[in-house]
């Protein structure tokens, strides 16, 4: 599809069975095929990052079998993948390229690891030289610094390493996670030393749930060193059931604040593992009204001393949401006042550049923008929304997701809306369930 116009509408009222969290479902593919047993994986997301991880484990002599919609079983391989020569092509999915490239560097194989052109200029420089402390050996195919990859047996056999390695923490999180991931691996203690301050720091966390889930304890000083201690193995814990994304829920309940509500996600709640439930408390601070079960979150606008906007503005640091983040920038459009999220320098290595994305089109709506190296600051126009924009979305499934919620304001086409498939295939039909279309 090209485009799809979505018509202004008034409210947003309903409830949303999220899709299985990305994030955890790559983590746990491959944590699944990297362990000793069988793991059973229910509700894994069904989306193209997943779908490429899934190709890739297959390829890499891994037994997948899907047992029904979204559950899937996973024969894991000790720790030693069967196949040790490969091509892989991986899309534009940093929660797989990232960490198998940690991964398939302390294995003693020939890999290839390629992508989509964007995937290509996403920085791994800072992985590479990790690993290559470790004394893997790394080739770029292509520019240095960037993919694609070639992997080739270590002139230093895993046995003989040194584990204790040093990674900067402020361009991706995706580097520690590939690097925490892998180490167990060696059956050494490791030591990881982190330079500079770790961005998206809930990520971490979520990594370091789902490696205690398959038997792996990691120790951390002030999320500044960790430390695996020896002789741990990846054992599958029989039933795993991902978590619904809190990434997506940011739209759900977004369009609840704006559009009086209550909308509620399903999936998700106070006990998550995934920071982005933070975003709930961004939205509170913005002035809707937020309400927590064990496994739901719903919002609702604050119909209390309100003015003619839904939301007031925030000023806000979001290096722990840095996604979720993404729907404040277009909620911002909705608040009396200028928004201003910060420490969001990590948007620019993302699918696409997200600053300068979300600069320009933020600006066709009438929005006044200024954009800075980690910042944005956004003030609404005086006079309503710009009727009918069409949103380019840069094959970036974000970008479209969050300006569907510009429809609650004025008609808007999103351009190249089936982008979305990299996490949420079916969403603007899912989002079409909640919203009343009569016009304002």
Not at 294 to 304: G, K, L, M, P, Y
């Amino acid at each position: 599809m090209k485009w799809l116009d979505l018509p202004s509408v008034k409210t947003a009222r309903g409830i949303v069975q999220l899709p299985g969290s990305k994030s955890i479902s790559n983590r746990i593919l491959l944590l699944a095929a990297l362990a000793e047993g069988t793991t059973y994986i229910h509700d894994l997301l069904a989306s193209d990052d997943t779908t490429r991880m899934l190709e890739a484990l297959t390829k890499l002599g891994i037994s997948i079998t899907q047992t029904a919609k979204n559950d899937y079983s996973v024969i894991g391989s000790k720790g030693i993948f069967p196949v040790a020569e490969v091509d892989l092509f991986l899309g534009n999915a940093g929660t797989a390229f990232r960490p198998l490239t940690a991964v398939l560097s302390l294995m003693q194989g020939h890999y290839r690891l390629s992508g989509v052109p964007r995937m290509h200029e996403r920085p791994i420089a800072d992985l590479v030289d990790a690993l290559r402390q470790l004394g893997a050996n790394i080739t770029y195919l292509g520019n240095a610094g960037f993919p694609p990859l070639e992997i080739k047996p270590a002139d230093t056999h895993p046995a003989n390493r040194i584990n204790h390695v040093t990674v900067k923490g402020n361009v991706s999180s995706q580097f520690l996670t590939g690097l925490l991931m892998a180490l167990p691996l060696t059956t050494k203690e490791s030591i990881v030393d982190v330079s500079g301050t770790l961005i998206s720091q809930p990520y971490i966390q979520l990594t370091l749930a789902q490696m205690r889930l398959f038997g792996i304890q990691v120790e951390h000083t002030s999320w500044q060193q960790f430390k695996i201690p020896e002789r741990q193995n990846y054992q599958s814990p029989g039933h795993v059931t991902v978590e619904g994304d809190a990434s997506s829920a940011s739209y759900f309940l977004a369009a609840g604040a704006i559009g009086n509500g209550p909308v509620r996600v399903q999936g998700v709640g106070r006990n998550s593992a995934q920071g982005d439930v933070l975003f709930a408390a961004a939205l509170e601070m913005m002035g809707a009204q937020i309400t927590m079960g064990e496994n739901w979150i719903e919002a609702s606008s604050n119909t209390s001393n309100r003015t003619d906007k839904p939301l007031r503005a925030i000023e806000l640091d979001c290096n722990h949401i840095p996604d979720a983040a993404m729907t404040l920038a277009v909620a911002a459009l909705f608040a009396e006042g200028s928004t201003t999220l910060r420490n969001i320098a990590s948007w620019r290595l993302k699918e696409t550049d997200r600053l300068a994305a979300m600069s320009t089109e933020l600006r066709k709506l009438g929005a006044t923008i200024e954009e800075g190296t980690d910042y944005l600051r956004v003030t609404p126009p005086i006079n309503g929304l710009t009727p009918h924009a069409a949103i380019d979305t840069y094959d970036d499934h974000r970008m479209a997701m969050c300006f569907s919620l510009v429809s609650l304001g004025a008609p808007v086409r999103i351009n190249d809306p089936d982008c979305v498939a990299k996490t949420f295939p079916e969403y603007f039909e899912v989002f079409s369930q909640i919203v009343q279309t009569e016009l304002k």
